[in-house]
């Protein structure tokens, strides 16, 4: 069975930088409160023309030139994002038409913030499987377009950034695998802790808004925040513990731990719970915001590039998103 692990990863921020003070001044929220609540201090905002597939780009360029590769050799490509371009057909088949690479096999999938872990399961899947050599997985997110300043949507409001993020998975090239473990969960009864509503079939016309979906705020976020903020702690350790125990290892045996940035008190809380090494957690929240599933990859590709996580180190991603879905990604890079 072919082993696999990640050749390259990349990512890409939009250069306009959105402080709390810019952001009191899109909604009734103070500069305190957002601190307080959340740890966030800064984040990006794309610009009115720009949408998920372009952001991507920069982001997969930088992964595949790091892989080695051109990006002819991708034979598979991987995008999750919240924020598509278009209600229809997935956001995948524009970024492949971007990236100018036709004919190869394209997949849309949609695991909000744990995009990234579903991602590298179904690539590790493709790869052992000898479906796909190359594999090329994006997470792209413009949330600053979804963003609702009323008093029912300002609670995830302050929280969200936008960027994009990608890795390349291949062949390992001394045969040791790199992807070493994935665990994947999902609970529906709490997908409507934290969703959006229209449009939807759910409500009888899956691709249009009417204006009373508008009106009544079906077309933003609707977050019960306590229960996400609970469930996000608890279903995130338990996710770092059974990562952990299922290969006998401790907080000395990783180089790194990168959480999903979903918010500084619940990533707080977390290492709390866990006990784990406050030096040894990725913590990149307060400059970027929550970019969903674009968290983990740009975490990732930052930590490589700072030497945080070095070659042959073992890594531990662990993501927790609306639906519920969470799951964590042991890597060896």
């Not at 957002?34 to 740890?39: E, F, K, L, Q």
């Not at 009864?189 to 969703?195: F, H, M, N, T, V």
């Not at 990149?284 to 599933?293: D, K, L, P, T």
Request: glycine content about 10%; proline content about 5%; overall charge negative.
């Amino acid at each position: 069975m072919p082993a696999s692990r990640i050749l390259g990863t990349g990512h890409y921020l939009p250069p306009r930088v959105v402080t709390n003070v810019d952001v009191t001044r899109m909604m009734d929220t103070t500069e305190e409160f957002i601190v307080t609540r959340t740890g966030v201090l800064r984040r990006r905002h794309a610009e009115p023309h720009e949408c998920a597939s372009g952001l991507a780009v920069p982001a997969c360029q930088a992964a595949v030139a790091d892989a080695g590769l051109g990006m002819s050799d991708i034979d598979l490509l991987i995008l999750n994002t919240i924020t598509p371009d278009h209600a229809d057909p997935g956001t995948a088949f524009f970024l492949q038409a971007r990236l100018g690479i036709p004919g190869i096999a394209v997949l849309d999938i949609k695991q909000q913030c744990a995009g990234l872990v579903y991602g590298l399961a179904v690539a590790d899947s493709f790869a052992k499987a000898g479906a796909a050599r190359h594999i090329l997985i994006a997470c792209s997110e413009v949330l600053s377009k979804r963003i609702d300043g009323s008093y029912d949507g300002r609670n995830i409001a302050i929280l969200l950034g936008d960027g994009a993020g990608a890795v390349v998975v291949g062949p390992a090239p001394d045969s040791q695998p790199g992807i070493l473990f994935t665990a994947l969960h999902a609970d529906g009864a709490g997908a409507k802790a934290l969703y959006t509503a229209a449009p939807g079939s759910a409500l009888g016309r899956p691709n249009c808004i009417h204006a009373d979906d508008i009106a009544a705020g079906r077309v933003h976020f609707r977050m019960d925040g306590k229960a996400v903020f609970e469930n996000g702690v608890a279903r995130m350790s338990e996710a770092i513990v059974e990562a952990l125990e299922t290969h006998g290892l401790t907080f000395d045996d990783l180089a790194l731990l990168i959480p999903h940035q979903a918010n500084l008190r619940m990533l707080e809380e977390i290492v709390r719970k866990v006990g784990a090494p406050p030096e040894k957690v990725f913590v990149n929240v307060e400059e970027y915001g929550n970019m969903a599933s674009a968290c983990l990859p740009v975490a990732l590709d930052q930590a490589r590039r700072q030497g945080r996580a070095p070659k042959g180190g073992l890594v531990l991603l662990v993501a927790f998103g609306s639906g519920f879905v969470w799951g964590s990604a042991l890597l060896r890079l």
